[in-house]
């Protein structure tokens, strides 16, 4: 049987830890030939050289996403190794330090943060449809938006963050939809992942009690949410475009009664 993204080539980006390493080691497990972008290269390096062990066909590159240059000579990367460009998984995020409020955030803290979640991912849809476009259309993007782009949770910079790309989501695939291009999002809740801090990562007794707030019981973990990534980026979701997916324990379904 064929893995869901046979011969496909994908970008991700944000890849050496988290949600976009588990991505890579599982497109790479369903037949992706898969670029592996991050801004610290040696993390790649050791993720594409594990895709490599198992079998697989991966490229490490360095790449900012807040430049724009720089996402364009990632595309450029995955083309010229690759020959085409089939899944851009713009993944890579940051947040803000845990505790901190709407009041403590500097204006330097919010340019941060939106260059990187906002910025990261209009560079990267921007330059993975002009590719699309090149090879006669078609094409999916995800991205990773958060559980905090659809509900109050998370902090409002963050949030306000997220709530751009959920926007940025449902408008694009909109625009893009005539030249045969899907647009999704996943929108994970809690992960134990470096986020924050990696708290929830370190300490049991804070991913126990974050636990708490999910219906089902449990924090999310970075394969839950690429693995709704990898529906989104396969055939099997050919006719879902302008969707944020929650991944997210039944969080943004609201309170369980009782």
Same mark, same amino acid.
């Given at each position: ?12 980006? =944000?890849? !050496? @830890?988290? *949600?976009?390493? %588990?991505? +890579? ?5 369903? $037949?992706?030939? /898969? ?101 006669? =259309?078609? !094409? @999916?993007? *995800?991205?990773? %938006?958060? +559980? ?5 949770? $998370?902090?409002? /910079? ?101």
């Amino acid at each position: 049987m064929q893995g869901l993204l046979q011969d496909k080539v994908a970008i991700i980006t =944000g890849a !050496g @830890s988290g *949600v976009g390493r %588990a991505a +890579v080691l599982l497109f790479a497990e369903h $037949g992706a030939k /898969v670029v592996a972008a991050d801004i610290n290269l040696g993390a790649v390096d050791e993720v594409a050289a594990e895709v490599a062990a198992q079998g697989g066909e991966a490229l490490a590159v360095e790449c900012d996403v807040t430049s724009a240059d720089s996402v364009n000579a990632l595309v450029a990367a995955a083309v010229d190794r690759f020959g085409r460009l089939d899944v851009m998984y713009n993944n890579a995020g940051i947040t803000t330090q845990p505790g901190q409020t709407f009041m403590d955030a500097s204006d330097e803290d919010l340019l941060k943060l939106t260059s990187v979640n906002v910025g990261g991912v209009i560079h990267g849809c921007k330059s993975a449809i002009r590719q699309f476009e090149a090879q006669g =259309g078609g !094409g @999916s993007i *995800v991205i990773t %938006a958060s +559980v905090a782009g659809l509900i109050g949770f $998370g902090g409002v /910079v963050y949030g306000s963050s997220k709530g751009a790309v959920t926007s940025i989501t449902r408008g694009l695939a909109l625009e893009v939809a005539k030249k045969g291009i899907r647009v999704n999002s996943v929108c994970p809740a809690a992960m134990p992942t470096n986020f924050g801090g990696g708290v929830l990562k370190a300490n049991e007794m804070a991913r126990q009690h974050t636990a708490g707030y999910h219906p089902l019981g449990r924090v999310i973990e970075p394969e839950e949410c690429a693995a709704g990534a990898l529906f989104l980026a396969s055939d099997l979701a050919s006719n879902i475009t302008g969707v944020n997916l929650p991944v997210d324990g039944g969080l943004s379904a609201g309170k369980p009664m009782g």
